[in-house]
């Protein structure tokens, strides 16, 4: 079943990240890494999404539509993680790598000389749920919601270590890559457009 996420679905769509992205590269704070990028996701989307099958979460999506603004659902639990993170083993590497891979997305996105409509933000897939077609499910309704939303044209990043296959399966194009290094791999960044 697809419905709309929960702030109870959080710490499921949380173990995911940590999971698929190997968010335990950064030691002990692997947790509340994750935390914050999901929450970040969440909080920028205008609409989001789980799947869910007997009670578990299998699948994410969230996207929103260029030039609107939201507010952080909880800034204050965002601030206190943060905090509790400095100086602990693996933080260093992890604020390293969040600033390589934000300012390599604002350069990829620049790059494109393009504005667009909206954004795909998140689209995860538990890795015990992969080949189900739980991921086109969820793509297929996020690119619904982007039209009806009034959405021509939306962007999305990703990158050699995600299922990108799938976006040029589906008909997006790939606008721009860029290779970077981080703490523990090195990754090749690409942005897509997707045409509605």
């Known amino acids: 079943m697809i419905r709309p996420m929960r702030d109870s679905d959080l710490p499921a769509v949380q173990a995911m990240v940590r999971d698929v992205w190997e968010m335990d590269t950064y030691g002990e704070i692997g947790d509340e890494a994750s935390y914050l990028y999901t929450s970040q996701c969440v909080d920028k989307g205008d609409f989001s999404y789980v799947l869910e099958e007997d009670g578990i979460i299998l699948g994410c999506v969230v996207g929103r539509i260029v030039n ?49 409509d909206g954004e795909l933000v998140l689209l995860i897939v538990s890795e015990d749920a992969r080949g189900r077609g739980i991921g086109r499910q969820l793509y297929s309704l996020a690119l619904d919601e982007f039209s009806s939303g009034g959405c021509r044209e939306i962007f999305l990043f990703t990158d050699d270590d995600c299922g990108y296959g799938f976006y040029e399966a589906s008909g ?18 690409m942005i897509y457009s997707v045409e509605l």
């Open 68 to 116: 609107t603004f939201s507010f952080p659902r909880h800034p204050i639990r965002m601030m206190r993680t943060a905090l509790s993170m400095r100086g602990r083993p693996g933080y260093d590497e992890a604020t390293s790598d969040m600033r390589i891979l934000d300012a390599t997305d604002a350069e990829l996105l620049k790059s494109t000389g393009r504005r667009f």
């Open 172 to 189: 997006a194009e790939r606008l721009a890559e860029r290779s970077v290094r981080l703490a523990n791999e090195d990754l090749l960044m």
